[in-house]
T-cell receptor, first 111, second 113 residues
Framework: DTGVSQNPRHKITKRGQNVTFRCDPISEHNRLYWYRQTLGQGPEFLTYFQNEAQLEKSRLLSDRFSAERPKGSFSTLEIQRTEQGDSAMYLC?????????FGDGTRLSIL | GENVEQHPSTLSVQEGDSAVIKCTYSDSASNYFPWYKQELGKGPQLIIDIRSNVGEKKDQRIAVTLNKTAKHFSLHITETQPEDSAVYFCAASEDTGGFKTIFGAGTRLFVKA
């Protein structure tokens, strides 16, 4: 079990730039989730995939955010025209049935 | 909307003492309640979970209780050790696969040696 892998671990970018994060779930897991976590808070649900289908999106996911899981394996989360408020830890999790297993996240800092 | 409230936000105990963290949820459809431990710079790690058809579950020093009528669930850690120091999150969801999981705001646990 190699666990959920997220890359990069840290991303520093200037306001207005686009960023893309990658998540590699546990190989046999068909469900994949993206969360955002800010300091002192619990993870907030962003979106959910079952295989390649994106089944739910939070209202937190503005038009600047897009997520894909093209082959039902890895997933990418893209943020366009980043804003100061996008600074957070972006967590990915995967599951088969039962518990979600989290990666160690990508910390995004907007200058 | 759905909400999970978690208390206390900070908890400090002496090594060997017990620690209790309490959560309440608002969505009556919730039927799966995981607990996560998060250490600095790491993602949340599942430590125990409970489903709505069970009132209590125990795994070594960790136990979780669920009162579906009152929409309360609690985490109990006995014989605490310094390595238990971390942030703990409760969560609630409608499906055992998690689907849309709502997390509490977390409890920072300090275990003093």
């Amino acid at each position: 079990d190699t666990g959920v892998s997220q890359n990069p671990r840290h991303k520093i970018t200037k306001r207005g730039q686009n960023v893309t994060f990658r998540c590699d779930p546990i190989s046999e897991h068909n469900r994949l989730y993206w969360y955002r976590q800010t300091l002192g808070q619990g993870p907030e649900f962003l979106t959910y995939f079952q295989n390649e289908a994106q089944l739910e999106k939070s209202r937190l996911l503005s038009d600047r955010f897009s997520a894909e899981r093209p082959k039902g394996s890895f997933s990418t989360l893209e943020i366009q025209r980043t804003e100061q408020g996008d600074s957070a830890m972006y967590l990915c999790a995967s599951s088969l049935t039962g518990a979600q297993h989290f990666g160690d996240g990508t910390r995004l800092s907007i200058l | 909307g759905e909400n999970v409230e978690q208390h206390p936000s900070t908890l400090s105990v002496q090594e060997g003492d017990s620690a209790v963290i309490k959560c309440t949820y608002s969505d009556s459809a919730s039927n799966y309640f995981p607990w996560y431990k998060q250490e600095l710079g790491k993602g949340p790690q599942l430590i125990i979970d409970i489903r709505s058809n069970v009132g209590e579950k125990k795994d070594q020093r960790i136990a979780v209780t669920l009162n579906k009528t009152a929409k309360h669930f609690s985490l109990h850690i006995t014989e605490t050790q310094p390595e238990d120091s971390a942030v703990y999150f409760c969560a609630a969801s409608e499906d055992t696969g998690g689907f849309k999981t709502i997390f509490g705001a977390g409890t920072r646990l300090f275990v003093k040696a």
